[in-house]
């Protein structure tokens, strides 16, 4: 049986961290060219939220990449679903995502879009498990951190259920 069974992170903490992240981010980037680029599925619900508390126009793109299953290793290459349009070369590149497991997906990206000729690339996430990292990617904006508990909500799914909801929600699978 699954159930979701408690709120990790209410509505009202997520749309307070939104927007300090959000003003941060303004502060640190006015008068620069920022491309936001959320990472979907998860990052969206976020991106949509995050995008709004910035107080400049930006230009939005997103990618989808491959996940890494329980058993990965740091040598895993991450496989591009769906790549960017915009052509980003000279630009400042914030990733956007909904949370940093082991940290592989981050530190892949940043490589690729420093790779691309990229002005700087930074990452911003709402959520971030730290016990779990397998690799010591810097967290330039990190919204909450959460222990090492299986999370939906937000962006974040189950099973590709759940990322509707409001919160974050601890999840409880198994029998
Ligand atoms: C989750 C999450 C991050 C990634 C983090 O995405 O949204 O993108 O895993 O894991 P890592 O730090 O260990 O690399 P997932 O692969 O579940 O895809 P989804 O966003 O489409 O649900
Ligand atoms: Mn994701
Ligand atoms: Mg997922």
């Known amino acids: 049986m699954t159930q979701i069974t408690k709120v990790l992170v209410s509505k009202d903490q997520l749309q307070q961290r939104v927007q300090e992240l959000g003003a941060e981010i ?83 990206l940043k490589e690729l879009f420093a790779l691309r000729e990229a002005a700087s690339v ?3 996430t709402i959520l971030s498990k730290p016990s779990r990292r397998l690799v010591d990617v810097p967290i330039d904006y990190s919204g909450i951190d959460i222990p090492d508990e299986f999370v939906v909500g937000y962006g974040l799914d189950y099973a590709e259920q759940y990322r509707n909801l409001p919160e974050v929600w601890i999840i409880k699978t198994g029998e």
């Open 122 to 124: 930074r990452i911003c």
């Open 26 to 108: 303004s502060r640190d980037y006015e008068g620069k060219e920022l491309v936001l680029i959320g990472i979907l599925k998860g990052g969206a619900v976020f991106m949509s939220d995050l995008m709004r508390e910035i107080t400049f126009p930006v230009g939005v793109d997103y990618m989808s990449v491959s996940s890494y299953g329980a058993s990965s290793t740091s040598s895993g290459v991450i496989t591009i679903k769906k790549d960017i349009d915009m052509d980003i070369r000279g630009k400042h590149i914030l990733l956007v995502e909904d949370l940093i497991d082991t940290g592989l997906t981050l530190q892949h």
